[in-house]
């Protein structure tokens, strides 16, 4: 109140010098000199949208940038080099990465191979594996909600003369295991089934299929990029041969990932990359130190704030699932709701379009689809897989929580989204006929 | 045999240490790191109320400091690269 009068008597001076100091300059110069927002692609924001999409890739953990730094700074060397202080301390630097991403995962620190992310990882398991023995075995077992670099691998293999089986998912987004075992065939020389879906987040049967596999002696290959770090994942409980790590999914740096290959019993690969033998000869090329370190540094953070993080996501995925319940029918969850991780969360809402959706959620970065296949008109293959409905299909929206997300974020994002959902349900004639009771499956449309 | 040769920890430590790091997390100039680790702060002071050998509650504390470092550094990084425009929950 005092100040409110001080600040009144100040401005009835009016000298320029004071002048500067109230709110009236202060906003006559907020418009002139600072553009009002962010206006791109045609769409007007005020600010930067919160980040709701933690699957199709996670910020930098501070932690993690501060581990790298150095790297890039003064200690720039390369961990090839013998023989000075530069190399060594760089070699140093990677072998420690090497360990910390081991352990994170309960593996030897010989058993890592550093490339440069998932998708090299999952190309050199499938083709690497499947080239070298390709001479006995001929057939690799899929699903078909893997990620796109698993399918292409498959196919580009379909095309070479291998065969493919691409297991069918359930409407919960779980393979079946009795499918599973029927498919298996004397020469099958590869199972490749990943840990938790991209798209959708549930959680495949990893220890089931790894007994199955491990009964039957065939190398079992997981892409893990979405679950490592964020649910525990140990290869030998799972009994997996082959796993492929994506660092900037677990709060890393983007260009850098790590495959996991088993020493006992020992699973070779033919390597997709010629070079000076680097990474056991699996993957030449000069491992980029500061990459390696940031995605080691990581690992370390996500293995000591697991638990933490995992109990926090779960409240947050509750919260913004009863807060759009709570508001809205018609909304569904893609995939299992029981098996699946927390921080994934695709909702389908019924009678809306899609494309109109994501345009109003603008201040929202969320994801419909995965980030490989939004460029393409198509809906999802994966949740083509599950049985979706083409319209429930088109109106998918996956919400993906991560450590950073505050309660804040996920209320406004519930309410944006509920406004959203609601204004075009307005607009929608579909849905008032549903609301007057007609049932839009059985209706005979007239022919004009 | 370290742990023998750092001072005891005591309250008043512990409590400076915290305010250090609520100091510093509020630099940051990113939203979601500013609420992040303002919050995991205090969760882990929290968390750590209670330990009881001396030789844990030093090793936690050290930890701590070499946190604060870490958050030290970082925070001026952000600042440096600060984007013009802030996200849209501080406006």
Not at chain 1, 12 to 41: C, M, N, Q, W, Y
Not at chain 1, 142 to 163: A, I, M, N, P, Y
Request: proline share 4%.
């Amino acid at each position: 109140m005092a100040s409110k009068l001080l600040s009144t008597a100040l401005r009835r001076r009016s000298s320029p010098l004071l002048r500067s100091f109230s709110t009236a300059a202060a906003a006559v110069a907020h418009d002139s000199s600072e553009p009002s927002g962010i206006s791109i692609k045609g769409v007007k924001i005020a600010g930067r949208p919160l980040y709701l999409d933690m699957q199709a890739t996670s910020p930098v953990d501070p932690r993690v940038l501060d581990a790298m730094l150095p790297y890039y700074l003064s200690q720039f060397g390369n961990p090839h080099s013998r023989t000075h202080l530069y190399g060594w301390e760089s070699d140093a630097a990677v072998e420690l990465a090497r360990s910390q991403v081991a352990s994170l995962i309960n593996a030897s620190p010989k058993e890592i191979v550093f490339t440069s992310g998932a998708t090299e990882s999952n190309n050199i398991s499938v083709k690497g594996v499947m080239h070298f023995y390709k001479e006995k075995k001929r057939h690799v077992i899929t699903t078909q909600t893997e990620h796109k670099c698993v399918l292409d691998s498959c196919r580009h293999l379909q095309q070479e003369g291998f065969d493919v089986t691409y297991l069918p998912v359930n409407s919960d987004g779980i393979i079946d295991l009795d499918t599973f075992r029927s498919a298996i065939r004397p020469d099958t020389g590869l199972v490749s089934v990943m840990t938790v879906n991209n798209e959708i987040g549930v959680i495949q049967p990893m220890e089931e299929i790894g007994r199955i596999c491990r009964e039957r002696n065939i190398p079992f290959h997981t892409d893990a990029a979405q679950a490592v770090g964020k649910i525990p994942i140990d290869v030998e409980k799972m009994n997996v041969s082959l796993m492929s790590i994506s660092a900037h999914k677990i709060y890393g740096p983007k260009g850098v990932g790590a495959l996991y290959m088993r020493r006992r019993p020992r699973i070779r690969v033919e390597p997709q990359m010629s070079g000076g033998g680097q990474e056991r000869g699996i993957r030449s090329g000069t491992v980029p130190t500061p990459l390696v370190v940031g995605m080691g540094a990581a690992c370390e953070v996500a293995k000591k704030e697991m638990e933490y993080d995992e109990k926090r996501i779960c409240k947050l995925q509750e919260r913004l699932l009863s807060g759009i319940r709570a508001r809205l029918d018609g909304v569904v969850v893609n995939g299992s709701e029981e098996r699946r991780y927390a921080g994934n969360l695709n909702l389908s809402f019924a009678y809306v379009e899609g494309e109109s959706l994501l345009m109003g959620l603008k201040e929202v970065a969320v994801s419909s689809g995965s980030a490989c296949t939004s460029a393409s008109l198509e809906p999802s293959y994966v949740l083509r897989a599950l049985g979706v409905d083409e319209d429930m299909a088109h109106t998918s929206i996956r919400f993906g929580i991560g450590r950073f997300t505050t309660e804040e974020e996920v209320d406004r994002a519930v309410e944006l989204t509920v406004r959203q959902v609601e204004k075009l349900r307005e607009m929608s004639p579909l849905y008032e006929m549903v609301k007057e009771g007609i049932d839009i499956k059985n209706i005979q449309w007239s022919q004009h | 045999m370290a742990s023998a040769a750092l001072p005891s920890v005591g309250r008043s430590e512990v409590l400076s240490l915290l305010r250090s790091f609520l100091r510093t997390t509020r630099k940051f100039e990113d939203y979601n790191v500013r609420e992040y680790s303002k919050r995991r702060t205090i969760d882990a002071f929290r968390q750590n109320k209670d330990l009881s050998p001396p030789s844990a509650v030093s090793a936690a504390f050290s930890d701590g400091e070499s946190q604060l470092e870490v958050a030290r550094r970082q925070a001026t990084v952000y600042s440096l690269y600060a984007p013009k425009v802030k996200s849209i929950m501080e406006i």
